[in-house]
C-alpha cells in the first residue's frame, strides 16, 4: 500500500470579521506570539503591554482597514489562499505523480496527497487542520509555509507551530506518532518564483509607455532590526528531526550570504529576491529601489521606511510613475490592498506622483501555482531535502 501524503498550505490569517472584537481576538493571537513581540521577555508583562497599550491604540485603525477590503467572500488573503489550494490540486491531478486532492475530498480513497490549507493565526487553525491531517490517517506531511523569506515573526513561527500541534495530537489519534513531516525552506531565489513574479510584473510594466520618471519600487514587510538573524529552534521537538530547521541548526545567527551562515537572513533573502527578478526583468523594469513597509513603533525597524520613500521618491528623486512590487507576501492582504494601495496611493500622488500602479501579488495567477505544484512534485520524487 502506498504512503498517504499531504501538502499543507499555511499562510498568515485574517481575523473572523471586521467586527472589533473579531479584530482584537485576532491581534490577540498574532501579536501574542512570542515569535512577533518577543520583548519583554517576561510574559506576563509582554502580554500587558500587547492587550493593554498596542492593541488598544490599534484596533479601531485595524478594523477600518479591514473594513475597507473585506468582500463578499471574507478576507481577501484566505479567500484567495483557498482558491491557489483548489488550484494547487487540480494541478497536481494532472500531473504524472498520481493524483491530489483538496482536504473536502478526503474521504474518497485513493493514493493521492491532500491538499490542506491553515492559518497561523484565526481560522482554520493550524491544530485543528493538523487534528483532520491526523484522522485522515496521513503518513508524510509537506509544511509548504506561504512565505518566501526566513523571518521568526513569519516561517519559523509557522513551522514550530505545525510541529507544536502534531506533538500534541493524543498519543491514540491514528497515526499521529508516525507523521513524518518535511517543509518547504524559504523560496526566495527559487526560479520558479522569480518566473511566476516575472510573468505577473510584465504586463503591468509594459501596459503604458515608459516614461523619464518610472520607477520601481520594491517593498517588503519589514521586521525590527533586532530580529534580523533571530531564529530558534523552541519547539521542535526531536522527533522532528528530518525537518530542515535542524539541518540549518549550524548556520542560525550568521552572517549575510547564501546557503553559508547566513542562510536565515530575512535581508540578504530580500536582496536576493530583488536582485534576482531585476535580472530576469532586464530592459522591461524602470529605475529601482527597496523600502520597507508596515512597522510598528518602539524600536528601529528595518529602513527606509516606504511610507517615507513614497514622498522621498518625487520630491527628491524627480519620479512621476510609480510602480509597486511586494513580493514578501505571496497573497494580496491588508497591508498590499489597504497600506499601499489606497494608503500609498494618496500619499504619492498628493507629493507630486502623476500615475501609481500596485502589481498584484501572485495570489492564484497559472505561474505561482507552477511553483506550487513543482515544489510539490520534488517532495514527491523524494529529492525535497537535497
Ligand atoms: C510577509 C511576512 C510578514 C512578516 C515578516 C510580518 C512581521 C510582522 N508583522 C507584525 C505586525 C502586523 N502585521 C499585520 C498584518 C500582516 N502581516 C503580514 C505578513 C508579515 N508580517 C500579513 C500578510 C498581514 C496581513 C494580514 C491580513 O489579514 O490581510 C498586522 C495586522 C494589521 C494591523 O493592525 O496593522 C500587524 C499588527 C509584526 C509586529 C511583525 C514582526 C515582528
Ligand atoms: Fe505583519
Ligand atoms: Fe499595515
Known sequence: MSTRRAVLIVNLGSPA?????????????????????DLPRWGWLRRLLVNRLIIPRRLQNSSHAYAQIWTDAGSPLIATSRSACEKLAQALSSSDNGEATTAADA????????????????????PEVVAQIAAAGVEEVLIFPQYPHYAMSSWETVVVRVCEAFAALP?????????????????????????????????HLSETPREAG???LFSYHGIPVRHVGIASLRGVTARFVEHPLAEWTPEIGGASG????????????IEQTTARLVARLGDAAPRHSLAYQSRLVGEPWLAPYTDAELLRLPRE??????????????????????????????????AGGTFFKQIPCL???????????????HWLKKDCLK
Open 214 to 216: 518610472d520607477h520601481l
Open 258 to 269: 547564501e546557503g553559508g551562515a547566513g542562510a536565515l537572513s530575512y535581508v540578504a533573502h
Open 107 to 126: 474521504g474518497k480513497e485513493s493514493g493521492a496527497p491532500l491538499v490542506y490549507l491553515a492559518m497561523r493565526y484565526g481560522r482554520p487553525s493550524i
Open 171 to 203: 498519543p491514540r489519534a491514528p497515526h499521529a506518532q508516525q507523521v513524518r513531516l518535511h517543509c518547504v525552506k524559504p523560496f526566495y531565489a527559487d526560479s520558479d518564483y522569480i518566473e511566476a513574479l516575472a510573468q505577473v510584473c510584465l504586463p
Open 317 to 350: 528623486e524627480g519620479v512621476r510613475r510609480l510602480f509597486v512590487l511586494c513580493p514578501a507576501f505571496t497573497t494580496d492582504c491588508l497591508e498590499t490592498l489597504e497600506e499601499i494601495q489606497m494608503q500609498g496611493r494618496d500619499a504619492f500622488l498628493g
Open 17 to 37: 470579521s471586521t467586527d472589533p472584537e473579531d479584530v482584537r481576538e485576532y491581534l490577540e493571537e498574532f501579536l501574542g506570539d512570542p515569535r512577533v513581540i
Open 363 to 377: 495570489n492564484d495567477h497559472p505561474a505561482y501555482i507552477d511553483f506550487l505544484a513543482s515544489r510539490v512534485r
